[in-house]
């Protein structure tokens, strides 16, 4: 039972990172189209982006929170070499975040409107759009091989395995995997504006032949820059469940097309987990490729048992006040116009 320990926490954290990319992954998003809103419609778009977002978008983070307390206590070993290596990344990502949050509150309380295109606003923008694709290059580089470490030294050369073609590529397909999700997630929430829905229905199609050309490029680099994870993802079981998101997003896309906008979150929500879920079978058993893998960067069994027996209490907090957040502020009301509880903005 002592081997299973790692794995278990091991896949607790890979839900939260789950639900850290389908929940806040729709905001960077909504950030990125904040950024690109033009046109007459440029005001309407970027006031449904934030009452799309409203209070919710400050939880959604807790679970970046939650992967990274999980991975400090129980990989030690892995959260330093991590924290080493990509030392860059990682804290522009941190400024990322944190001016993001800042830019969305001070623009919305400011003097302009929310949806002018103030300094705040491009400032929310700019920090969604780098955000992700730092993330998605760091989640790149831990399977290239390029990051080496022998005796908990990371060598020096593997704190620029992030700014190679794969990992770079990588970044830009959550980039815009995020967007997809966030125009997808608002064709839902701006019914009853039809020519605004429709807007974010055209930007979910293109930016889903943009995400499937970069989705290509990536498994074409790392045939060349990952073959351990190339030899991986075609073969069974991460192959398999590559095949399964390969057909989930064109069903996703033809239910756009056909206009039918809940099936289509439910088809690209699941397309975003089977993928991130077929490339954690992939990584396996390795949190970075080579040289540190689940079992060697476990913490001793006392601290991981401990967290296995308190993790059940603090997602019986969790859960709860996350589902009661949402029925409150993202919830349907028959009472209101539509049916829609609106939220006014932060």
Known sequence: MSELWPELIGAVGLVA??????????????????????????????????????PVWEANHVWLIF???????????????????????????????????ASFVFRAHGRE?????????????????????????CLGAISTGNIRVQGGVVSAGSTLAWLRPFPLVTGLLALAVCAYLAAVYL????????????????????????????????????????PRLWGELTAAPAGTALVFGALLAPASAAAMW?????????????????????????????????????????????????VAFTLPFGLGLLLPSLWLLFTVFKGRNPALPGGTITEPGP
């Open 17 to 54: 990172v789950l639900a850290y990319a389908i929940l806040a992954g729709a905001d960077f998003g909504g950030g990125v189209w904040d950024l690109l809103a033009t046109g007459r419609r440029a005001d309407a778009h970027r006031r449904a982006i934030a009452e799309a977002m409203g």
């Open 187 to 226: 064709t839902i929430e701006t019914e009853g504006e039809r020519e605004v829905q429709e807007d974010f229905r055209r930007r979910a199609l293109r930016v889903w032949c943009i995400a499937g050309a970069l989705s290509v490029a990536a498994l074409l680099l790392a045939a060349v820059e990952a």
């Open 67 to 101: 992967v990274i307390v999980l991975l400090f206590t129980c990989f030690p070993g892995a959260y330093a070499a991590l924290s080493v290596a990509f030392f860059v990344p990682f804290h522009l990502i941190l400024a990322g975040v944190v001016l993001r949050g």
């Open 113 to 137: 409107a929310v949806a002018t295109p103030s300094s705040w606003g491009r400032v929310f923008g700019i920090a969604s759009t780098i955000t992700p694709v730092l993330l998605g290059a």
């Open 258 to 306: 056909r206009r039918r906008y809940g099936i289509a979150r439910v088809l690209a929500v699941g397309q975003v987990v089977v993928l991130l879920a077929g490339w954690a079978l992939a990584q396996w058993p390795y949190i970075i490729y080579p040289d540190v893998s689940l079992h060697g960067a476990a913490a001793p069994e006392a601290t991981l048992r401990a």
